[in-house]
């Protein structure tokens, strides 16, 4: 099973950045994909959810600037990061979840800073 995770980096408040979380080895399809982001000194976030029916859940700290989806046919699921802020910098991670398991990826850097 592999999770890995791409598109972080510095970008300045107000910006946007794409987040790509590659999936293999487990049917992606099957799981819901969620986006869950650490910063230094903070507990795990929730960040955003998608079903694998296609349902979505945003924390409200993000919620009308990030935007979750999946590809299944490219096993990919994505974050689309809109008006970044300073608060916004953090590790992100990618997660799959079901009701038998789940996996994280290593996770991207994510910074906003002028």
């Known amino acids: 099973v592999q999770l890995v995770e791409s598109g972080g980096g510095l970008v300045q408040p107000g910006g946007s950045l794409r987040l790509s979380c590659a999936a293999s080895?487990?049917?992606?399809?099957?799981?819901?994909m969620s986006w869950v982001r650490q910063a230094p000194g903070r507990e795990r976030e929730l960040v955003a959810r998608i079903s694998s029916r296609g349902y979505t859940f945003y924390a409200d700290s993000v919620k009308g600037r990030f935007t979750i989806s999946r590809d299944n046919a490219e096993n990919t699921v994505y974050l689309q990061m809109n008006s970044l802020k300073p608060g916004d910098t953090a590790v992100y991670y990618c997660?799959?979840?079901?009701?038998?398991?789940?996996?994280w990826g290593q996770g991207t850097h994510v910074t906003v800073s002028s």
């Open positions: 997660n799959a979840w079901s009701t038998a398991e789940s996996y």
């Open positions: 080895g487990f049917t992606f399809s099957s799981y819901d």
